[in-house]
């Protein structure tokens, strides 16, 4: 492999780590579970199936990565998780 080749794929791998933020989302004994399905299916574009599963592991290990992306993309996703009542932060 080539320095050209190295360096090419040593950026490619910063930029895939630079922009590979999380939303996490905690568990909460205040909405239900239909409440935080609708809420990711609306605000993280998952399908039914994938918000309920995501709903079973906050209920059952207290959090869960809903969502992973470029800062700028989750930061209104995020917003509207909040605004719905739900706890969630960007790490």
Known sequence: MSNQEKYL????????VANNNEI????????TFDHVIDTLVDACDHTPLQAEQCAFLVHYKGKCTVKTGSYKDLEPR???LLQAG?????V
């Open 86 to 90: 739900l706890s969630a932060e960007i």
């Open 78 to 80: 995020c917003s509207k």
């Open 9 to 16: 794929e040593e950026l490619l791998v910063e930029e895939e």
């Open 24 to 31: 996490v989302l905690f568990n909460d004994d205040v909405n």
